[in-house]
């Protein structure tokens, strides 16, 4: 996330931006036999890949981190940026390495051949950092548009925008729903949904950007993360990556 750019929020770009939404470029319908609750980073800064994995792997689960490989080692409006060696890291310890294109551009603004180029330079870069090249991805900003959903390489399981929302029966999953762990009243609604989740034997994705004890306005407490996880283990969930937990799926 970067404070010198916020996308339009006029009324025509909210218009296009629930349309594209509701527009179901992979549909699915999905089924688990329990719970499943996924914790994501967007971008990601070094915080969450030193504090958010010690909570996460002192819990047993591990992470996806939506990476953005231009945004490694710059300081952001969320704290420095990841090192490259920490792709590796994360990797080896069982965390998901997911895509946040290279340059992190709203891709509802660019053109799709564009946002295609964008993307296969981030899926190199992440690559020589160490990486398996990602299966899944997450829009910057959460905004995408048609043309975008049904271009992306099939290499993607998954897509994910920030729409909240519980993933289960029939699910785009060029547009998968998350949660925000952060801002007003965040943290009780994904606390909501992991109960409502429990009952629907439903997917909960939630995300964030960095872990700390006094985060950004788009960051998460490290207390507050704990919380989440003792939360959904008390609930039987299963706690995994966004490509684990679709393979985990029965329908």
Known sequence: MTLAYAPRRDLVSKVRRRMT?????RPAKLAFAEPVLSITFDDFPASAAIEGARILERHGARGTYYTASGMAGVEGPCGMGYAAPDIARLAAAGHEIGCHTSSHADCAQRDVFTTLEDLAHNRDALRRMGAPAPRSHAYPYGETKPQ???????????ARGILPGL????TDLAQLHAY???GPGGMDRVMK???????RKAWVIGFTHDVADTPSPWGTRSDELESLLTEARRLDFVILPVTAALERRLA
């Open 21 to 25: 939404q509701h527009y179901a470029a």
């Open 148 to 158: 975008v959903k049904d271009n992306l390489p099939p290499r993607f399981m998954s």
């Open 167 to 170: 993933n289960v029966g029939a």
């Open 180 to 182: 925000p762990l952060f």
């Open 193 to 199: 949904a992991l109960k409502r989740a429990a009952k």
